[in-house]
């Protein structure tokens, strides 16, 4: 019974947790603390906290704790389970409506129209980054430019486009150059 609660309650929250994961925490919190007293409110804070530090997204961490913490390793898979059922039968669906129908000239002139905004989205997200870099979050001042940050970026941008250098191998040395500048600058 406990692991029907456990699927059933985390299928809730992966089906109506829209619009990422901070929108799913009252979500998560009124079925664990809540609903089903499975963690008390301190637990809970504890357990957000835990689900944002560690890799992935903070509804399947949350699953994943509170079923190990309630029932141990079987919940754990049951609770992501539920979790992660909504949108895997989601875009499964948009997958075979895409495959079926990809050659359709109206969805193609609707997946034409949605690529300027996507890569609006993403050019907006990162020269969000970039100014909080390079101006500090204060863009008025020419003295708040973080000399080192844009050199960082320059160089990153330059690794990553001209010479194709491994992302992740690019990001340790930008890390690196960070520590070093603020460490002996």
């Known amino acids: 019974m406990i692991y029907l609660q456990l699927f059933l309650s985390f299928l809730q929250v992966g089906m109506f947790s829209i619009g990422g994961g901070y929108a799913a925490i009252p979500l998560i919190r009124d079925q664990i603390v809540t609903s089903h007293t499975w963690l008390t409110m301190n637990e809970f804070t504890d357990l957000i906290t835990i689900a ?6 903070i509804a399947v961490n949350s699953a994943t704790f509170v ?10 898979v049951i609770a992501t389970l539920g979790c992660i059922t909504p949108s895997l039968l989601i875009v499964s669906l ?8 990809k050659n359709v000239s109206a969805l193609q002139s609707v997946l034409a129209s949605l690529r ?10 990162g020269l969000s980054i970039l100014k909080l870099v390079v101006f500090q979050g204060n863009v008025a001042a020419l003295a708040s430019v973080n000399w080192a940050g844009v050199l960082i970026f320059v ?6 486009r001209t010479f194709k ?10 890390g690196a150059a960070n520590l070093f500048v603020n460490l002996f600058c």
Request: glycine letters at 10%.
């Open 67 to 76: 079923g190990i913490r309630i029932t141990g390793p079987l919940g754990a």
């Open 155 to 160: 160089a990153a941008f330059v690794a990553l």
């Open 52 to 57: 944002e530090m560690t890799p992935g997204p």
């Open 94 to 101: 948009l997958a075979y409506i895409y495959y079926r129908y």
């Open 116 to 125: 300027p905004a996507v890569v609006a989205l993403i050019a907006g997200a």
């Open 165 to 174: 250098i491994n992302p992740i191998l690019t990001m340790l040395c930008c």
